[in-house]
């Protein structure tokens, strides 16, 4: 074992990390940002900076104008690219974005790369991934989707709703997960294709969220007998869920990569404050009801590190890495939500306002318990793989 | 020891629960709402309503148009008023109005009283209490206050900078705190009465928080040799920090009450949608995973609710609760916290969005941990009371 | 709603206190203690202590010559009791005795309260409840029970093994649980009284445990065609499970009370220690670190005690207390466990070791999380508690 | 970044673990074992056994006749050994030996160690660290020193007391670490090397300890006039503490390794109780209050296990390693505590009986969250290392 990084992994860190410090932090008070994420003009500038700095969509193979990043190398750039809540738009390494770029050049056709891949790669598009419903359809158990693909000639006719999808709002390709129906027979789930926007896609509307990172929102969308040709399938009929595990666990990832960058960001505000801020005759940090506070963040920080570098080296091998993807899943999560929660304290009642980053990343963290699986299914997951198979 | 309700506690019950579930849960939606809280027309509405219900400004004295609750009443009805996030502004028991009205009742001179005490109690006027201070003035520890009040003849002139003042914005009166200085001497703290708006005084900015249910939001105020006449002095000079005494502990126990109700309905959200939303063969409740959550929480709601009226019995006997009172705000704040984040998590996708009131109670409730003194502060209150005096 | 004692139970309170610091407290070094509990012999000898002192079996009706507890009242004397761990024994209301006192009062027939009721009540004999079974028998789940009784003419012949026997070692009654079978007939679990010794009943071993506060051990017992005949039934054939109901909801809370009183004297002895232990140039309890742990054991204290109190005050109003004591069970165990553990690591290496009574308070109380149903059962039975009836 | 084991790595691994399982576990019964350890009868058997497997003290240089392990390699071998609470004694990489071999070859000149490395290596001695000092003495802060040698002609004689001193029973060496007076000038700490038994060198007791598996126990040892001649002095006079700092960090982290170890041996226990076990109509491990315990436990186990090879990565470096040895400590003790409780918890009634390993693991782990620095010293130690350097 060896935690050394390789030259072109610590080349790569101190290049995004000067890219994120010199150009995207003074982007932050850009008020092209809503609840409902940055704008596209502010992605597409953004965008624009990063092809320059060479960082752009460094996931995607060069042959997309990527850089090609191991999962190891991802966790090094990602992490350097959260440190700004703007980063991964600007380095195009967002979700869902990131993980549909994963996917289509994994399983997606050539022609299909051509048409949308190259686009997405290059920031032209944004993309979203139309996979969860609300209740009583696929949530976390996403046997029970409801929106139905039925066959008809050489289209398939899509009904259904669709909700949380990030994103839907202004982008120009929509992923869309459906029950597929041929000649009466359920043909399991199906991935399609489809450019926005469309007839027989309507965005009902844009939840209000507790984060607001991500553009384009997350919408509610209503399929009308959307009609998509069979050549939009993506890859095979039937194997939806197949596709949607090669997705996964890369997507929850970086997801853990993303925002150990947010909460290291957030702790650096913590401990600049707490060396600053006295109370009682010495500075906040003296006190060790603060410090270990800030102690507890070190090791959180640490550990959560740790666990990504090692499901990515799982990842990089090849290996299924779904116990590890759980396993990274649930430790980094809630590690970097006990960060975000101490940075909140530790800043006091400034801790609760807008005029540092801290609340907004605490909340932006709360959402990650949540989002590619909550806690619960991970840990439910892990045990099933403990039991005895009858 | 008993645990029973009087009759009138149980009536107060009864009528605050029915009037909050057919008078003020219709208004949750009402668009006079922002991030900075209601509107004053919205409040002077719901006002209107809590009067005509007989609830208005319970904790006042009859003499003001108020029940004259005790402690322990006031547990009762400030929980059920709770239950809604409108609750307490309806029944004008909210923070600070809710403190001033109390400390002024107590301190106060009878001409104080009927100038500013009479309005207030009636909805007529809001007030706020200009106390906080940012670094490196006074937080958690008020000895640091750098806002002054200088003697001149008649006058006392007031410059300086407070922080978080909630509900500055719209309030017809403010107390503010200063360092008093006399002939060069510095005199201690002292809180002053003063009409809004004032000649003298700025609202800077309405700042932006994690929370959004105080009428006026929480502003920046600047003092800009603001002339206070010394007929408008709260009792006497110097006496600042002990007024604040009288305010603070009942003041962070009715904080305890208002948000146990709106656990209460997090909670109460959290287990219709566990009985109702299915995954993986049965009802989310039926799952451990989650049944054993929303056990926990009704270990922390009763827990909670038996802290607050012990504490609240102990007020009533007149005695000093300065311990109970930190025991409470430290194990209810909390306490009620771990419930917010478990109804997030038991709402899966749907509890980070605002299609439930759960996300938004969630992130109220997270500023109670620090809203009148973090538990850091409490933490070493209680633990000094340990240590053997040299 | 009030929390103040009655002059009755500050007269307990006082002479309990009183009773455990001059009486108990100078035998806790006495060598008739094992690892399987006090000796018979020092119990008989506190026994007789406590009984010139007026203590002795307080739970008992004065007929059995007791004081005739309300459960409230039972609640400040057995945490004064609790104080020393040989105080409930000192009181004769220690685990399993006291339970089978309160059930034997509530549910034997007059000639059986003669019998065993009346020697147990005045400590001349010792009992033990035989109901646990190892794995595939009856542990969480006392539906699985494989004990059997066999009715035969007059008799009943009884066959199985029990498990984590408390005090069975020298016991003079053992109430024996067993699935009882009447021609063929599966009857459900019934109760039965046996003297001890008996022919037919075989004590294996005795299990070491991590705790060594009882008398008699908790045993492995075997019966082979023990024949009980019909009159000793306890109450009625086939209520087995119901009488066991009327036993451990109040045994469960009186477990509660109990190491109430253990975690106050180890967290005594914390505060004692880090009011007088130095490092890095002040006393312990000085670095908040030290203190914060302190205070925490403050509130745990606290809150413990008001849930106590209030399932103790919902007993003696003749409720159904099961959600009640549930919640007891589970909120009390745990925080009493995280008072201990607190207690052990402000000692530091004082605490892992026998010089001080913490790290055997620590041992006890790890065992409480277990025994009457570990958290999980209860927290099951309140999620049960919680779902919506089909 | 590579998580690759090396071929030597793996061999070690299985060669150890095969060690363990055929060799050790079937010693665990063996009845030379008592509340104070293994006897040195039982340790001189397994050594013999480790030193025909190619195992013993494999943390010395082969010069020693060790293997010569880097710090990674420790890490996967004590893992292995600790598998077993024997295996630590069969392979001696046990505390307190471990350690003084360590600092031994690190500082100690030739003629000490063909003296004294040479015979603890091949276990024909143990040895003993005396450092420790009850209040107001030697704690978790060293400076607080009370233990003197005062320089007499080519002498030192050395008066004081020490206390926990693990394994002083039957060693054939102990260190002493004592505050060094020469002409009356104090000229701080200085290790000694003496035989035992020595003159001069009193065992007083053997302390009862919540932990059982290190030979010769935990002592209280008095220095009556203890005269050590000058050329007995390890290394330089004055320099104790430095060497305490060669000693303590990868001390600390191979309590780490091998506790790691045993808190697997008690998840397989559990994991394997929880899929026989049944209550209320499945296996344990399929009630998701049971499985997500476990779940929790493979989480801890992976991150520990990670903090651990990383830290010994540092250390082989040749890098300071202060933080993250601190960090690995505060981490893995208080994440293997958490399984260990896990386990209890699973295994409910069978948890706090000895009828399996894990109870006693659970009390060892305890003992590991004080051993080496409590908890709070490392977390003051990182806060420290936040804050800004006036």
């Not at 650096?268 to 940090?285: C, P, Q, S």
Request: charged share 25%; with cysteine; glycine share 8%.
């Amino acid at each position: 074992m060896d935690f050394s990084l390789t030259p072109r992994e610590q080349d790569l860190q101190d290049r995004t990390r000067t890219f994120i410090r010199d150009v995207v932090l003074p982007y932050e008070k850009d008020k092209r940002q809503s609840p409902h994420g940055p704008s596209d003009a502010l992605r597409r500038e953004l965008n624009a900076l990063a092809q320059r700095a060479g960082l752009l969509a460094p996931q995607c193979d060069p042959h997309w104008g990527g850089l090609g990043l191991s999962h190891r190398e991802r966790a090094i750039v990602f992490e350097e690219a959260g440190y700004s809540l703007l980063g991964p738009i600007a380095l195009h390494c967002m979700a869902p974005d990131e993980g549909n770029m994963h996917m289509l050049e994994a399983v997606a056709s050539e022609a299909h790369k051509q048409r949308w891949l190259k686009p997405l790669a290059a920031g032209d598009i944004r993309s979203c991934f139309a996979m969860t419903e609300q209740a009583p359809g696929a949530g976390s158990d996403p046997s029970a989707m409801t929106t139905t693909a039925v066959a008809d000639g050489d289209h398939f006719v899509i009904n259904g709703e669709k909700w949380l999808i990030t994103g839907a709002n202004g982008a120009g390709l929509m992923i869309i997960m459906a029950r597929t129906m041929i000649d009466g027979q359920d043909r399991g789930a199906t991935m399609f294709m489809c450019d926005l926007p469309a007839k027989g896609i309507v965005v009902d509307r844009t939840i209000d969220t507790i984060e607001e990172s991500m553009t384009g929102g997350h919408c509610v969308v209503r399929f009308e007998n959307l009609r998509v040709h069979r050549d939009d399938v993506l890859g095979e009929v039937g194997r939806g869920f197949r596709y949607a595990q090669v997705r996964l666990a890369p997507a929850r990832l970086t997801h853990c990569m993303r925002w150990l960058g947010a909460a290291r960001r957030a702790h650096d505000i913590a401990v600049d404050y707490a060396n600053r801020r006295k109370a009682f005759g010495k500075t906040l940090i003296e006190h060790e009801g603060v410090g270990f506070q800030l102690a507890d963040n070190l090791i959180d920080l640490h550990l959560s590190r740790l666990a990504i570098w090692h499901c990515a080296w799982v990842l990089d091998q090849g290996r299924d890495a779904r116990t590890e993807s759980s396993i990274a899943k649930v430790a980094v999560s809630e590690a970097l939500f006990r960060i975000a929660d101490r940075c909140v304290q530790v800043l006091g009642g400034m801790g609760v306002t807008g005029d540092t980053l801290v609340e907004r990343i605490f909340r932006e963290i709360r959402a990650f318990r949540i989002y590619d699986g909550p806690s619960e299914v991970h840990r439910w997951s892990l045990a099933r793989g403990l039991a005895v198979k009858a």
